[in-house]
Nanobody, 125 residues
């Protein structure tokens, strides 16, 4: 079982990045999946999550700027990040939980079944 995240990098404030997380070793159908982030000295927080029925959750700080989507045929979830701000700088992790709602997954990091490795997003001012 593996979640492989990619797409991080360095971008200027106001720019965009698209993160991808590909699942292998299991079928994402039936799983909620989402993105968490952890900035230096801060706790890991749920940023955007999508349930197996495609209900969405976004933390307030990213609403209107980030868009999460999933492609079950590719076993992949995406996070389109627009209008990036320096405060979005963090290591971003994808995570999944069987049968959860998007809200439960994003609000309860302790409930995650599988974590991916992180991908660093750095937004310069």
């Amino acid at each position: 079982v593996q979640l492989q995240a990619s797409g991080g990098g360095l971008v200027q404030s106001g720019g965009s990045l698209r993160l991808s997380c590909a699942a292998s070793g299991f079928d994402l159908e039936g799983y909620a999946i989402g993105w968490f982030r952890q900035a230096p000295g801060k706790e890991r927080e749920g940023v955007a999550c999508i349930s197996d029925r495609e209900t969405l959750f976004y933390t307030s700080a990213v609403k209107g700027r980030f868009t999460i989507s999933r492609d079950n045929s590719k076993n992949t979830v995406y996070l389109q990040m627009d209008s990036l701000k320096p405060e979005d700088t963090a290591v971003y992790y994808c995570a999944t939980r069987l049968g959860a709602s998007s809200h439960v997954l994003c609000r309860r990091a302790s409930s995650v079944d599988y974590w991916g490795q992180g991908t660093l997003v750095t937004v310069s001012s």
